[in-house]
């Protein structure tokens, strides 16, 4: 059974930093790209980052880009988002996701339709 927990998320006052952590399991899952999805209140869900299973390719949401850091410890099977000056904008629920083979199409990265396995979802609540 493949299953994707997420943690860290709470709640920070504007302009502090989270770090969200989502761990997998499931020994049959080769965790090839990785990303991050989040959904606010009464919005659609919202392309975050993603990255691939070396590391080495990223990309991020025009709304978190240079705030936001994506990384992955493939030993622990587990991928990170830092999360700096954060804003009221970014409160949101903030889920993981990740494919057993690879994503070849960079584009097709940013889409939430691309990606397997879905994790429960962590609130990230940001404060004025």
């Known amino acids: 059974q493949v299953q994707l927990v997420e943690s860290g998320g709470g709640s920070v006052q504007a302009g502090g930093s989270l770090r969200l952590s989502c761990a997998g399991s499931g020994r049959t899952l080769n965790y090839r790209n990785m990303a991050w999805f989040r959904q606010a209140p009464g919005k659609d869900r919202e392309f975050v980052a993603t990255?691939?299973?070396?590391?080495?390719?990223?990309d991020y949401g025009d709304s978190v880009m240079d705030r936001f850091t994506i990384s992955r410890d493939n030993t622990k099977s587990t991928v990170y988002l830092q999360m700096n000056s954060l804003t009221p904008k970014d409160t949101a629920v903030y889920y993981c996701?990740?494919?057993?083979?690879?994503?070849?199409?960079?584009?097709?990265?940013?889409?939430?339709?691309?990606?397997?396995?879905w994790g429960q979802g962590t609130q990230v609540t940001v404060s004025s």
């Open positions: 996701a990740t494919t057993g083979t690879e994503i070849l199409w960079r584009e097709s990265r940013r889409l939430a339709a691309s990606y397997d396995y």
């Open positions: 990255i691939d299973w070396t590391g080495g390719a990223t």
